[in-house]
Nanobody, 121 residues
């Protein structure tokens, strides 16, 4: 069992910055990747950024050059630095932990409760 708790959301004006943080607890040793997703009403949850066990990162095109995902293994935290925010970034942001230890057919995803990010124009 893995538990994830996000923090750092809030309201900012266009051009502002926020730093989201996700603290993981429980059996995190087998987690293969962490990621940040966002979701707006009536839309599917969408990948924003991810970081794999080997440290490689992946970003959605709409955040490249603006957002940075990082991890602190010792503290078991994953962060998302968000710069140059715009109204289109407004969404609920979720921390994700992906466990594919036993193959993709048996993969398990863990989710945090979400944190609201609101960007005003």
């Amino acid at each position: 069992q893995v538990r994830l708790v996000e923090s750092g959301g809030g309201s900012v004006h266009s051009g502002g910055s926020l730093r989201l943080s996700c603290v993981a607890s429980g059996s995190t040793a087998d987690i293969d990747a962490f990621g940040w997703y966002h979701q707006v009403p009536e839309s599917e949850r969408e990948l924003v950024a991810s970081i794999s066990k080997d440290g490689s990162t992946n970003y959605a095109d709409f955040v490249k050059g603006r957002f940075t995902i990082a991890r602190d293994i010792a503290k078991r935290t994953v962060s998302l630095q968000m710069n140059s925010l715009g109204p289109d970034d407004t969404a609920v942001y979720f921390c994700n932990a992906h466990d594919a230890t036993y193959g993709t057919s048996w993969a398990v995803d863990y989710w945090g409760q979400g944190t609201q990010v609101t960007v005003s124009s």
